[in-house]
C-alpha cells in the first residue's frame, strides 16, 4: 500500500511539473510588425508588414490581431501576401475600437520560412503617441496545432504630429 502511495505521488509531481510548462510552450514561430517605428503626419497613410518567422516551424495558418487607440489611427486596408494566399472567413476591422482580425491559409506545402503575411494601410488622425500591437489572441498554425510563440509578439510604436482630422475609413469593414 506504501508502495502504491509514493508511486501516485511521484507520477502526481511529474504531471504537475511537466503539464503546465507543456501547455505554455505552444511553439517557437512569432508575428511582429514592421517597421517598428514610424512618424507620420495628421491625414497621412503609412503602412506595416506584418512578418511571420518560422523559427523552426512548420505553418499553414495564421490570423493576425491588432490592436491600436482608435483615437490617434484607423485601418484603411488589410492586403495579404503570397506567403498564405488564402482569405480565412470572419475578418473584420473596427476602427471605432481600434481592433483588427484576419486570417490567412495556404494548401500544400507549409511555411518553413519567413516572409510577409500581408500589409495593413492606416491613417493618422490626431496627434500624440500611440502603439499597433499584435494580440496573443493571434495564432500560427499547422495541422491543427499552435505554433505562436506568445511571448515574443510583435508591435510599433507610432508618433503623429498636426491637427486631428475626420475618419475616411467606412464604419466596418469585413
Known sequence: MKKIA???LGLAMSIALVGPSAARAAGS???????????VNTGDSFSLSVVVT???ESLDTARVEL??????LEALAFDLSSLFPNLSPSNDIDNSGGDLSYG????????????????????????????ISVLSSSKLIDDGSEKLNTSALGSSA????????????PAEEE
Do not use: C, H, M
Open 29 to 39: 514561430a512569432t508575428l511582429t510588425l514592421s517597421p517598428t517605428n514610424t512618424t
Open 158 to 169: 507610432i508618433t503623429v504630429s498636426g491637427t486631428t482630422v475626420e475618419s475616411e475609413a
Open 6 to 8: 509514493v508511486l501516485f
Open 67 to 72: 490592436d491600436w487607440d482608435a483615437s490617434k
Open 54 to 56: 518560422p523559427n523552426g
Open 104 to 131: 490567412a491559409y495556404k494548401f500544400g506545402t507549409p511555411i518553413t520560412s519567413s516572409g510577409t503575411l500581408a500589409t495593413v494601410t492606416f491613417r493618422a488622425l490626431s496627434a500624440g503617441s500611440t502603439t
